[in-house]
């Protein structure tokens, strides 16, 4: 898009231009999902049921898997596990809104991008991003 070698860190490009890691994004979506399903007593049942079943990658168990790898302590403190879902969420959005406030090269990047010449955003994000070997 900007010509900008392939081996360079986007990162601080991502963030500059709103653009949320996608693992973070599928493991917001998984548990958004899982929110939805348990709102209908039906789908409820349904995943109550499905715990006792022996399935090697079920939806509770992705859950699950996400929560534990959020080390936390909001999320430790709850009791039920709706509330350990939603405490998850809001770590996950919290650390991604974190991202992009203490980010210095992202408000650099946000400021070069305004400009209408395409030669001169190329040349100031090619020295403003760290580039490796």
Known sequence: MFFLPTRCT???LQLALNINSVHDSI????LEFFLNLTKNAFTKEIIRVS?????????????IDIMTTEDDSIINSQLNIMDKVKATLYVIR???????KQNEEARQIKDILPSNDRVVIKTRLFNSLKFGV
């Open 94 to 100: 919290v650390r991604e809104k974190d991202k992009m």
């Open 27 to 30: 493991r917001k979506a998984k």
């Open 10 to 12: 986007t990162t601080s």
């Open 51 to 63: 715990i006792n079943l022996n399935i090697d990658r079920d939806l509770t168990s992705e859950i």
